[in-house]
């Protein structure tokens, strides 16, 4: 298999976020924040730490906001400059990382993760490997980002790597699920959403990819599977069948599952606690609270 290094980053923002309307009727769920920044600046600064130089963001004509954020914002940082603060500028300076472009490309309707995928096909060259993170999956590690350590895998190996983490046993239901081999986790099959009993492992997929170019042409002939839409798993079962996948078990952070009411919550709390300005007062705020009273 031809090795090239990896420089992009698929990050699909077209879905409807219905799980957190009313929300997200006039705000995209990845413009959600978690302290002071919304999810999609997490996900951009995880795929820069990694040495991704070019993101392309699948989005939906409703999703402009997304667009917006990351564009310089002439007017309100003249504004700043002239008030003389400094200090409101920097955080608006660092939203887009150093040597990172975004380019969008449409998903028109959202028919799927898979389908969302392959709109970013014609940024991506036939012979290019690429990633995908999901932007409502927040990865918390204290060293070294989930994508960056996955780069280190697929540096090694030279094949796809797929994100994993253990869950327990009464979770195992939500989620895909990995059956993998050896040491090295070696994928053998993917099963979606198993009954506990029926579970391969414990090792739950997590929203952090890196493809070989194969997937891609796999996805332009995977057809419309559960839900009527083009399913990313169908591909990726295709490709097993085709190519060795490893697993990369996330080990050391915590992930956040923020599509979901209770892991967007939990998120905000965690990164107020780990936060340097905010984590102090916020845990003496939280120890004070009666949580019997309410
Ligand atoms: P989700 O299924 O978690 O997002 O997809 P959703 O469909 O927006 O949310 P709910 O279930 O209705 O609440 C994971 C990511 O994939 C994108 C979403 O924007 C989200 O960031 N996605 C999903 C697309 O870009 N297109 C799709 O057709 C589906």
Do not use: W
């Amino acid at each position: 298999m031809s090795y090239k290094p990896l420089t992009k980053a698929v990050l699909p923002v077209a879905g409807l976020g219905t799980r957190f309307l009313p929300a997200t009727k006039a705000i995209p769920k990845e413009m959600l924040t978690v302290v002071d920044k919304p999810l999609i600046q997490y996900i951009v600064h995880e795929a820069a730490e990694a040495g991704i130089t070019d993101i392309i963001l699948v989005t939906h004509s409703s999703k402009g906001a997304i667009e917006n954020h990351f564009d310089k914002h002439y007017e309100l940082e003249t504004e700043l400059a002239l008030r003389g603060k400094q200090e409101r500028l920097l955080p608006l300076r660092e939203i887009t990382p150093e040597g990172v472009r975004l380019v969008s490309v449409r998903q028109p309707e959202a028919l799927g993760l898979g389908h969302a995928i392959l709109c970013a096909s014609p940024v991506i060259a036939e012979d290019e490997p690429f990633a995908v993170l999901l932007p409502d999956v927040l990865m918390h590690h204290p060293q070294k980002g989930c994508l960056a350590q996955m780069v280190d895998t697929y540096q090694k190996l030279h094949t796809s790597v797929v994100a994993l983490e253990e869950v327990p046993d009464d979770q195992v239901e939500k989620y895909g699920i990995a059956e993998v081999q050896g040491p090295d986790l070696r994928i053998t099959r993917l099963v979606e959403k198993p009954k506990v009993n029926e579970a391969p492992s414990n090792l739950s997929v997590v929203g952090r990819y890196i493809f070989t170019p194969r997937l891609m042409s796999l996805l332009k002939h995977t057809q419309p599977g559960a839900g009527g839409e083009i399913q990313l798993t169908d591909a990726m079962d295709a490709l097993l069948q085709e190519e060795v996948m490893f697993g990369f078990e996330f080990k050391g952070g915590k992930s956040y599952d923020c599509g979901d009411k209770h892991g967007y919550l939990q998120a905000n709390v965690e990164y107020a606690l780990r936060d340097a300005k905010l984590g102090d007062t916020f845990r003496e705020y939280l120890m004070s609270l009666d949580l019997q009273a309410r």
